[in-house]
């Protein structure tokens, strides 16, 4: 069997592993060895072969890792609960000095405390500064 089609073969194994495993690793190795096989069929020898195949798999897995980064770090947005801070509510029930009451953001009502443990009455306009738990952490919107 020639050695273009042994490389071309495991190339093809390594990008099927790659579908059922994270992480871009048998992605590299799958590359780097259809790439070798392509290059072998001009190299003849086989040290040289090796030799391109770890120096290409190793710029696809550089490659691979910014560019993974890349997609992950801009899919960090705050979901469920979490993308209620900085919003805008109403209080619905007061918050007594260091007690909880009710605020009302976008249709639901959640209990909520004072950031500076002060009394909030009821229908002032409050910002979502940060959830704890079940919690709100509201400020006293302050209107310019």
Do not use: H
């Given at each position: 069997m020639?050695?273009?089609?042994i490389w071309?073969?495991?190339?093809?194994?390594?990008i099927?592993?790659e579908?059922f495993?994270?992480?871009?690793?048998?992605?590299?190795?799958?590359i780097?060895?259809?790439?070798t096989?392509?290059?072998s069929i001009?190299?003849?020898?086989?040290p040289l072969?090796?030799?391109?195949?770890?120096v290409?798999t190793?710029?696809?897995?550089?490659s691979?890792?910014?560019l993974?980064?890349?997609?992950i770090?801009?899919?960090?947005e705050e979901t469920?609960?979490?993308?209620?801070?900085?919003?805008?509510?109403?209080?619905?029930k007061?918050?007594?000095?260091d007690g909880r009451g009710?605020?009302?953001v976008?249709?639901e009502?959640?209990?909520?405390?004072s950031?500076?443990?002060?009394?909030i009455?009821?229908?002032?306009?409050?910002?979502?500064?940060?959830?704890e738990g079940?919690?709100?952490?509201?400020?006293?919107k302050?209107?310019i």
């Amino acid at each position: 069997m020639d050695p273009w089609l042994i490389w071309v073969a495991i190339g093809i194994i390594c990008i099927i592993i790659e579908i059922f495993t994270p992480g871009f690793l048998f992605m590299s190795f799958g590359i780097g060895a259809i790439i070798t096989g392509l290059v072998s069929i001009v190299l003849k020898s086989v040290p040289l072969q090796i030799l391109v195949f770890a120096v290409i798999t190793f710029l696809v897995f550089i490659s691979s890792r910014k560019l993974s980064k890349k997609l992950i770090s801009k899919s960090s947005e705050e979901t469920n609960i979490y993308a209620l801070k900085g919003k805008k509510g109403i209080v619905v029930k007061e918050i007594p000095e260091d007690g909880r009451g009710y605020v009302k953001v976008g249709g639901e009502e959640w209990s909520a405390v004072s950031e500076d443990g002060k009394k909030i009455e009821k229908d002032e306009k409050v910002t979502i500064i940060k959830v704890e738990g079940n919690k709100l952490i509201v400020s006293i919107k302050e209107e310019i």
